[in-house]
């Protein structure tokens, strides 16, 4: 449901760009002078231009703001990948000494149980 309202909400910002109002009603005059005969196309040219000049600059400047929050965001998960990996890496760490140490114990008994079985073999014998 958040995707979709993110969604919604990049369409209202697009629309705020292209549609507006006050920009839309001064475009609206030009052209009706221009018709009318009292600007040379010249004129309406230039206004046009920087209407695309004003929304080409908005839409950088919202492009701008969406990549950094998305870097933001990425910077935000990368915190708990950190983490996880300085706990895993304990973890890790932890299993290799316990592993030593049992192998050592392993490496004990069976001296133990050597010399049990040779003192047996010399009883025997």
Do not use: H, W
């Not at 018709?35 to 080409?56: D, S």
């Not at 969406?66 to 890790?92: G, L, T």
């Amino acid at each position: 449901m958040a995707k979709s309202q993110e969604s919604e909400d990049f369409k209202q910002v697009v629309e705020k760009i292209v549609f507006d109002e006050e920009e839309l009603e001064e475009l609206k005059i030009t052209i009706r002078n221009f018709t009318e005969g009292k600007i040379q196309a010249k004129e309406l040219k230039q206004k046009l231009i920087q209407n695309r000049g004003r929304m080409v600059k908005d839409f950088s400047n919202f492009l701008s703001f969406c990549v950094d929050r998305i870097r933001n965001d990425d910077k935000a998960s990368e915190v708990p990948k950190v983490a996880i990996n300085n706990q895993s890496n304990q973890i890790n760490i932890r299993l290799q000494q316990e592993l030593i140490e049992r192998n050592e114990l392993l490496k004990d008994v069976a001296n133990k149980v050597n010399r049990i079985v040779s003192k047996k073999k010399k009883i025997n014998y």
